[in-house]
T-cell receptor, first 111, second 113 residues
Framework: SQQGEEDPQALSIQEGENATMNCSYK?????LQWYRQNSGRGLVHLIL?????REKHSGRLRVTLDTSKKSSSLLITASRAADTASYFC???????????FGQGTRLTINP | DTAVSQTPKYLVTQMGNDKSIKCEQN?????MYWYKQDSKKFLKIMFS???????INETVPNRFSPKSPDKAHLNLHINSLELGDSAVYFC????????????FGDGTRLSIL
């Protein structure tokens, strides 16, 4: 199965600004998940949105899902230096429990 | 307490050698996974086990052999290592079923000389 696509590949913003990352996928899904990966560490699950949901919030994170466009976005509000990491979307388009990951967005928050 | 732990964290070895990576989870999950992340950060599933049974086996060279002695452990043995095997290998676990987040270990960085 092919990887999803994330946009942009890299994003650099000032602390306090909002960061928006986009993800597109190819086939029908049951859910889409976002993960964060700090340098040298494993992926950490951030949020899961089901195919029948359009928007979900968790703290400073807001995720949207548009199944007609096969796309999702992750918004991080009031960014902090600690948000510097790579962010990946993953869908179950490969089948139940078989996640297909996007290529990731490398986010840098400048103090 | 570390939820998903894998050892070693770094593995540097010569081409042609055989090596193993171990993974253990203390989350009580039934499903465990091995992923490979290449130098461009692409993350791709290799294997998945549910209650010690292989359920996902991607197109991976048969030099790679996973083994699950119990549902809390999933090890990866690699024979005849090649330069292209250099990557970071991640173990993960999750509860069984749809819509389940996965919990990842911190990875094993494998470098082939």
């Amino acid at each position: 199965s092919q990887q999803g696509e994330e946009d942009p590949q890299a994003l650099s913003i000032q602390e306090g600004e909002n960061a928006t990352m986009n993800c597109s996928y190819k086939t029908s899904i049951n859910n889409l998940q976002w993960y964060r990966q700090n340098s040298g560490r494993g992926l950490v699950h951030l949020i899961l949105i089901r195919s029948n949901e359009r928007e979900k919030h968790s703290g400073r994170l807001r995720v949207t899902l548009d199944t007609s466009k096969k796309s999702s976005s992750l918004l991080i509000t009031a960014s902090r230096a600690a948000d510097t990491a790579s962010y990946f979307c993953a869908t179950d388009e490969g089948g139940a429990q078989k996640l297909v990951f996007g290529q990731g967005t490398r986010l840098t928050i400048n103090p | 307490d570390t939820a998903v732990s894998q050892t070693p964290k770094y593995l540097v070895t010569q081409m042609g050698n055989d090596k193993s990576i171990k993974c253990e989870q203390n989350l009580g999950h039934d499903t465990m996974y091995w992923y490979k992340q290449d130098s461009k950060k692409f993350l791709k599933i290799m294997f998945s086990y549910n209650n010690k049974e292989l359920i996902i086996n991607e197109t991976v060279p048969n030099r790679f052999s996973p083994k699950s002695p119990d549902k809390a452990h999933l090890n990866l043995h690699i024979n005849s290592l090649e330069l292209g095997d250099s990557a970071v290998y991640f173990c993960a676990s999750s509860p069984t079923g749809q819509n389940q987040p996965q919990h990842f270990g911190d990875g094993t960085r494998l470098s082939i000389l």
